[in-house]
């Protein structure tokens, strides 16, 4: 693993909506340096997460899945891994051994 840690952009479609922003902020992210990008998140629509798991794939990065929790009454974040993964695996890298 990479001295300092991996970075991982999560959660991408959380303040912005638009797919075509999302690409071109994971592209120039990528360019920057990015390792990975959380593919797998609660809030991700199916076709969210394949077009983010597709781009992944295109740049080389990481996919990786939330672990939120934020109490047993969250209507979204209410149990750990609670994405799917639209049968995708994570592609973890480093990361995976540690």
Do not use: N
Not at 4 to 33: K, M, S, T
Not at 89 to 96: K, N, T
């Amino acid at each position: 693993m990479p001295p300092g840690g991996v970075a991982v952009w999560a959660h991408p479609y959380w303040d912005i909506a638009d797919d075509e922003d999302v690409e071109a902020c994971l592209r120039r992210f990528a360019a920057a340096g990015l390792d990975g990008v959380e593919a797998f998140y609660a809030t991700h629509t199916p076709e969210q997460t394949a077009r983010l798991v597709a781009l992944a794939d295109e740049l080389e990065l990481l996919t990786t899945g939330s672990a939120d929790f934020h109490g047993p009454d969250h209507p979204k974040f209410a149990e750990f891994l609670a994405f799917d993964t639209g049968g995708s695996e994570p592609r973890l890298g480093p990361i995976a051994t540690v």
